[in-house]
């Protein structure tokens, strides 16, 4: 008690300031990070609770498609594509058969049987679009294509449920990744399937096409595929295995040497073998043309398409910077129940008055967030000018603090800006960040920068001799001696970028390598 007495209490007030980001501040970071669509997504999914948001259902930009210079429609091909003859027959019906098919500008092969000819009611059908869109292939998914083929043999239920469940067990790439113990525990049958019955199945499964189907690792897939190859008529394969003896040389080539071969060691393999080099190399050449994942080319494909956010163009001497109408959503405010709100708001409407809010911060946000790209995209083409014109080797040194600096924003806004949006340029489309790269200082007291270094040592490998391949070390002297001046494990980074294999890959890929004799 005496020491609290003793104590003394007293209050202090103090002034400091510190910076904080306000929820809808944060809100605002995150949407500026995401791309076009993902950004045109949260839009929706905010009009979907917002009554006062109203966001254009179709299509940005698709009333004016042909005003789009990444707009190109079906029936505009199959309009270029096709004459605009007239299609009337002498009795005013549409004209049919070969000779209205050659009137109408179709090629048609000599040998082609008159019932394959091309009636005009086809070219019709492709002159409004039709024809185009029929005429691309459909999408066959793997397990259904072999299970097509399964079902045109006379197997009976029992042998036809192991063949189906060895093909549901089958992965995108063809392989069966399971043991067939595991196989055979997805089907109960009564008595369960021994060894002989599985791998009968798995046989069968094997024999189908596309060959190599069904292999448990990469060597069983080329194997079955060159035994395939061997078995057709003559002997003579599609991958340029001309005989027996070179097919059988490809199968102990997989069989025996597959370490060395995926190293394209030519000569090791031939001195174990005890084949000429040139027999082993015509070998491997065959192996090459062979598929590793021969289920790729069923189901969909999986490639990214890229809509670019602003499109760069040359117009009378000077590059231009426009936005993308097809990616900016069209937003606004519904004016009619806003007024309706003003009219009878009063407090019991808490939460209409938080959506409004929310809406017209939406509306401005989509202005800023798209201002703001277009700003920092003519930034970057007004340093970057010369990389659109001369290519990689004139691309500038480029710090998102100079960008940021030049039009008054945070370094941090650009960063964000440059993620995930990219520039359309008649050299190509590249993400807004591949223009940035540091510098790096060179012998003549100058910069330079990485994407040039790149097309220096592109260029050096292009010239370069087969005969003779450099080392990187090799391409680190000659670049030093440009005044380019960096370490030999940067030539090797660069040259992975570029998708260069080793020294030592090219040279064995070299002719000249091909008729050593074994050593």
């Known amino acids: 008690m005496n020491n609290l007495a003793a104590t003394a209490f007293k209050l202090e007030a103090r002034q400091n300031q510190t910076q904080t980001l306000t929820p809808r501040l944060q809100h605002a970071v995150r949407m500026l990070r995401l791309s076009s669509l993902e950004y045109l997504q949260e839009l929706r999914g905010m009009s979907g609770t917002n009554p006062f948001l109203e966001v254009d259902e179709s299509e940005p930009g698709a009333e004016s498609a042909s005003e789009s210079p990444l707009a190109i429609t079906t029936a505009s091909i199959a309009g270029n594509a096709l004459d605009a003859g007239s299609d009337l027959g002498p009795d005013g019906d549409p004209a049919t058969g070969p000779d209205a098919a050659l009137e109408a500008g179709w090629d048609i092969p000599p040998d082609l049987p008159v019932w394959q000819h091309p009636s005009a009611h086809d070219r019709s059908r492709a002159s409004d679009g039709l024809g185009a869109l029929e005429a691309m292939p459909a999408t066959v998914e793997l397990r259904a294509h072999l299970h097509g083929q399964a079902n045109v043999l006379a197997l009976s239920e029992r042998d036809r449920a192991l063949v189906y469940v060895v093909i549901e067990s089958l992965d995108d790439d063809g392989y069966l990744r399971q043991s067939l113990d595991e196989v055979a525990a997805l089907l109960p049958l009564a008595p369960p399937p021994d060894a002989t019955e599985l791998a009968t199945a798995l046989k069968l499964v094997q024999a189908f096409d596309p060959a190599g189907v069904g292999a448990r690792d990469i060597a069983e897939c080329l194997l079955l595929q060159l035994r395939h190859r061997s078995g057709l008529s003559g002997g003579v394969a599609d991958g340029g295995v001309a005989d027996a003896g070179e097919c059988e040389l490809a199968q102990r080539i997989v069989a025996e040497q597959l370490t060395r071969l995926a190293q394209h060691d030519v000569v090791a393999i031939a001195r174990a073998l005890g084949r000429s080099p040139l027999e082993v190399e015509t070998a491997c050449a065959a192996i090459r043309h062979l598929d590793p994942h021969p289920g790729w080319r069923f189901g969909k494909s999986t490639a990214l398409h890229i809509n670019p956010d602003v499109i760069v163009r040359r117009v009378r001497g000077r590059w231009t910077v426009r936005l ?82 030049e039009l008054g924003l945070h370094e941090s806004t650009v960063c964000r800006v440059t993620n995930n949006k990219f520039m359309a340029t008649p050299v190509g489309v590249f993400e807004l960040k591949y223009f940035f790269s540091r510098a790096m200082p060179t012998a003549s007291g100058g910069a330079s920068t990485g994407t040039a ?59 000249q390598t091909t008729h050593l004799p074994p050593r």
């Not at 340093?383 to 603090?401: N, T, Y």
């Not at 030999?488 to 002719?511: D, F, G, H, I, N």
């Open 453 to 511: 270094i790149r097309g220096v040592i592109g260029e050096l490998l292009a010239s370069e001799d087969p005969a003779h391949p450099m080392s990187d070390v090799e391409i680190a002297q000659r670049l030093a001696r440009q005044g380019l001046r960096i370490a030999r494990r940067t030539v090797t980074k660069y040259r992975q970028m570029l998708k260069v294999p080793a020294v030592e890959y090219r040279r064995r890929c070299s002719p």
């Open 324 to 405: 993308n109408a097809a990616l900016v959503p069209k937003v606004q405010l519904n004016r009619t129940y806003a007024e309706l709100f003003r009219q009878h708001r009063d407090a019991r409407h808490g939460e209409l008055a938080a959506h409004l809010q929310e809406a017209r911060w939406a509306v401005r946000n989509v202005e800023q967030r798209f201002s703001t790209i277009l700003a920092v995209a003519q930034a970057i083409v007004a340093h970057q000018s010369r990389f659109l014109e001369f290519g990689p080797f004139a691309m500038k040194p480029l710090g998102l603090r100079a960008v940021a600096d």
